[in-house]
């Protein structure tokens, strides 16, 4: 049985599937990788291929030292029905990035546990951007005032 391109289920399938800008991965409800989307691969540099049935925890553990311990986070998401961070991962090849991540757990209508999806960007040109302002900022030789647009 073939599905219809049209079925609402299908086209978010093919969606999320192919969204780039943002990592979007599933887990099942032991934190095992079922899912991994374009821009997985694209902002982590793993294919599929090499993270689908891995451990959330193998995935996680590319992540550099200020990066929670991703059982704790799976075991807070799975409490409180989400977790956030936001800190440096690395990608394969070791380059360093900013991600900003909502892991949020998912239940059936018994509150069981299905499992887990994560959300996350490469925010690295933003912090940067930050980061250089503050520079300039906490530098500069005279006074800077900042107002808004009422004043």
Same mark, same amino acid.
């Given at each position: ?43 982590? =540099?793993?294919? %599929?291929?090499?993270?689908?049935? #891995?451990?959330?925890? &193998?995935?996680?553990?590319?992540? !550099?030292? @200020? ?19 936001? =800190?440096?991962? %690395?990608?394969?090849?070791?380059? #360093?990035?900013?991600? &900003?991540?909502?892991?949020?757990? !998912?239940? @059936? ?43």
């Amino acid at each position: 049985m073939t599905q219809d391109a049209t079925d609402p289920l299908t086209l978010v399938h093919s969606l999320v599937a192919h969204i780039e800008d943002h990592a979007i991965v599933t887990l099942d409800s032991e934190g095992r990788i079922l899912t991994w989307n374009d821009g997985a691969e694209r902002i982590t =540099g793993y294919p %599929a291929g090499e993270r689908i049935g #891995r451990h959330y925890a &193998e995935y996680a553990a590319a992540s !550099l030292p @200020d990066a929670p311990e991703p059982h704790w986070a799976l075991n807070v998401a799975s409490a409180e029905g989400r977790f956030e961070h936001h =800190g440096w991962r %690395a990608r394969k090849d070791g380059v #360093r990035y900013w991600c &900003e991540s909502v892991l949020t757990a !998912l239940f @059936d209508p018994q509150r069981n546990l299905l499992g887990y999806g994560e959300v996350s960007r490469d925010v690295t040109a933003r912090k940067w951007q930050e980061e250089r302002f503050r520079v300039a900022v906490e530098s500069a030789p005279n006074a800077l005032v900042m107002i808004n647009r009422e004043g």
